[in-house]
């Protein structure tokens, strides 16, 4: 299963941008949903999540500025970014977990690149 994520784009310091994830062929509602970036040289890193009852969390770095949200019936999980910063400039890749037994699957889309000038 492939994740098939947009949104991804250049954008000035200080500007928005909302990255979309579509889930096609999961039961997505049990789906964690997890946003990664990865930077030049940098480890991925886990950006913001949300569980399949709605819970979020967020790294550090992006709190009140970055929002994640579900729309179960689109099968799509979205990541809003707001007052964006040069060091936010990364590919961002979603992900889509489940460790229920007997209905585990992890995966990943193929990326969205993400620049933001100064």
């Known amino acids: 299963v492939q994740l098939v994520e947009s949104g991804g784009g250049l954008v000035q310091a200080g500007g928005s941008l909302r990255l979309s994830c579509v889930a096609p062929?999961?039961?997505?509602?049990?789906?964690?949903l997890g946003w990664y970036r990865q930077a030049p040289g940098k480890q991925r890193e886990l950006v913001a999540s949300i569980t399949g009852d709605g819970s979020t969390n967020y790294v550090d770095a992006v709190k009140g500025r970055f929002t994640v949200s579900r729309d179960n019936g689109k099968r799509t999980v979205y990541l809003q970014m707001n007052s964006l910063k040069p060091e936010d400039t990364a590919v961002y890749y979603c992900?889509?977990?489940?460790?229920?037994?007997?209905?585990?699957?992890?995966?990943w889309g193929q990326g969205t690149q993400v620049t933001v000038s100064s």
């Open positions: 062929g999961i039961i997505f509602s049990i789906a964690t």
């Open positions: 992900n889509a977990l489940s460790r229920r037994v007997g209905l585990a699957y992890d995966y």
